[in-house]
């Protein structure tokens, strides 16, 4: 018959419980694919084969890099043939096979990449629901292909819940497990399968296998699984499982989250721009935080990016990091040395490959606001901000006269008080989020108001905007065991959502008096530029901490300053007794025209 398409089959690519794949050959035109054969005999009710349509209208729908395209489907007497792009490497099962497990760099590209494709589906509101590896194709370009729809559902609602129990048993979540018996499941069932897929890949097996499926759904149901000792992990990788195979679904982080995770950061190239996505109800802002920090508008941030883009190596070096954990501590620490903190960015690559400090010629010939039109777009005197760096630019000259001068190191030393040592910008939709050197956790909120639970973790401060000068409110002392007022409580939620996030737990301890607001320490000011990030802490200490890990702290009241340098070591100096150290005199140089942009709006 004219027209008829003829196919030759080729070998069995793959094969599940009602299906078989195959490579088919089309003989008019010499394209190769994939085709998966569905005996029409087990089609043999009215459930099966709305399934099957349920699949194939879900494929049909979906574009994207990062999932096996659907060409077409037929049937003939025997079968129906769902026709689909050929992915000739092998699946991401075969390579744990081969290997015994996947290196941390490539199995954070798989995740990656794999995160992006369910972010396509979750925003269509479409559910996988058999994540697995050998679910996952690598195409012959490296790049991951996510297949097998049979069991993904579509949702009508993003809160509504499935009851249908299904899935494969050393990947399923436990709520979906417990069917009708439980509040049902959504799209946080595939987060925990991708937890056990990232396991399954840097370990080399699932982490709830057993030899019978009925004690591998009773290790699932009591979160049962560790991490061998004869395969040791990536700490980061092995964070960012824990977080994923949470029992409780609302625990569990978003995908967002996920992809922009230090384990996926410290071993890709990944651009910071944030993926399509469904919307985290703990991401939310609130309606009144739409103000962003430091005049961090959205046209701002498209010059930011697009400037960024320009500049080659050292904007590859300089990369800013989105929602992500940015940490500085102050222990010493030498290029070589075992990085030490699981949440740490970078730690590794910073230890190997330590990035370049900002150019001194770039910091004497134009100021640092000129590198960054975030800042230069609006004077920051308009946004309220002078008064808070009058006093510090007055100490920041004196130190770089000092540093002129030439006065060597004196024997007296500072007393350091608390620190800032990791933070997170979510400042597109919150503020920021910090972990004080004391145990206390912040946050900045994008309407500069501020939340501190308190070390010892028996209260919480909140503080109001204060820009409204005498008349602002007062702050309020909370005790953080008890439901905050309801004005808070999404703040709360927030604050104790990011301590997670930070690495912390919420550990009170019933002792520890109620605080005083004048003397408790929290984040009062936050300012971001092209090369650091500038805190202003309630202490009047000044934070500056730049992209290469090394930073000045600069205090105010006791004249000293504290220089981290980029490996981790630190000094403290008093301003009067500076000594010739030149890496240090170029940040604190930097710090000073930092300061003085700030006052000023300068534009040169």
């Known amino acids: 018959m004219e027209g008829f398409i003829r196919y030759r089959r080729g070998k069995m690519l793959g094969k599940g419980g009602f299906a078989m794949v195959y490579q088919f050959t089309d003989l008019v035109t010499g394209d190769e694919l994939a085709a998966k054969v569905i005996s029409k005999k087990t089609l043999d009710n009215k459930m099966t084969r709305s399934k099957l349509e349920t699949e194939i209208k879900i494929h049909r729908s979906l574009s994207h890099p990062n999932i096996v395209k659907f060409k077409y489907h037929f049937e003939d007497e025997a079968n129906i043939y769902i026709m689909m792009e050929l992915c000739r490497g092998s699946t991401v099962a075969d390579v744990v096979k081969k290997r015994g497990r996947i290196e941390s760099k490539d199995a954070a590209r798989i995740l990656r990449q794999l995160v992006s494709a369910l972010a396509y589906m979750h925003e269509r509101r479409i559910i996988h629901r058999d994540l697995k590896l050998t679910n996952l194709m690598i195409s012959t370009s ?13 949702v009508r609602r993003a809160d509504e819940r499935r009851m249908t129990v299904c899935g494969t048993p050393n990947y399923i979540a436990p709520e979906v497990l417990r069917g009708k018996r439980g509040t049902g499941h959504s799209f946080q069932a595939d987060i925990w399968s991708l937890g056990a897929v990232l396991y399954a890949m840097l370990v080399g097996k699932p982490p709830f296998e057993t030899k019978s499926v009925e004690e591998t759904y009773e290790r699932i149901k009591r979160n049962d699984y560790t991490f061998p000792v004869s395969r040791p992990i990536c700490p980061l990788g092995a964070s960012l499982i824990q977080d994923m195979l949470r029992t409780e679904q609302a625990r569990r982080p978003s995908l967002h989250f996920i992809k922009h995770h230090d384990f996926v950061l410290a071993h890709t190239s990944a651009s910071p721009a944030a993926p399509h996505h469904r919307a985290d109800p703990l991401r939310q802002a609130p309606p009144a935080m739409t103000k962003r920090v430091g005049a961090m508008d959205p046209e701002t941030l498209r010059l930011l990016q697009r400037e960024r883009a320009g500049s080659g190596a050292e904007a590859a070096e300089l990369r800013p990091l989105k929602d992500v954990t940015n940490t500085h501590a102050g222990a010493s620490r030498r290029p070589g040395s075992a990085p030490v903190e699981a949440g740490s960015r970078y730690r590794r690559e910073v230890a190997r490959h330590p990035p370049s400090p900002p150019r001194p010629a770039a ?198 300053i504290i220089y981290f340098d980029k490996f981790g070591g630190s000094d403290s100096y008093f301003l009067d007794a500076l000594p010739s150290d030149p890496p240090m005199l170029r940040r604190l140089k930097y710090t000073k025209e930092i300061l003085h942009d700030l006052l000023t709006g300068s534009r040169r």
């Open 363 to 560: 910091v004497q010939k134009r100021s640092p606001l000129k590198e960054t039109r975030a800042l230069r777009a609006k004077p920051l005197a308009a946004a309220g901000l002078a008064a808070e760096f009058a006093a510090v630019e007055a100490s920041a000259s004196a130190a770089s006269a000092a540093a002129v001068g030439g006065a060597g190191p004196a024997a007296r030393k500072p007393r350091p008080g608390p620190s800032i040592v990791k933070w997170l910008d979510f400042s597109a939709k919150y503020g920021v989020c910090y972990l004080i050197s004391d145990g206390s956790v912040g946050c900045l909120f994008n309407d500069m108001t501020k939340l501190l639970l308190c070390k010892g973790h028996d209260h919480m401060l909140y503080t109001p905007d204060t820009s409204g000068g005498a008349h602002a409110a007062a702050s309020e002392v909370l005790p953080a065991v008890e439901p905050p007022p309801e004005r808070l409580k999404k703040k709360v939620n927030l604050l104790f959502h990011f301590q997670k996030q930070l690495g912390g737990e919420f550990r009170p301890s019933g002792a520890s008096a109620p605080p005083h607001p004048k003397q408790s320490i929290f984040v009062k000011r936050w300012v971001k530029t092209k090369y650091s990030s500038v805190f202003r802490l309630s202490d009047r200490t000044i934070q500056v901490i730049f992209r290469d890990k090394s930073a000045i702290h600069l205090c105010t009241q006791e004249k000293y």
């Open 142 to 154: 490296g790049n991951l292909r996510l297949g097998d729809f049979g069991l993904a559902c579509q």
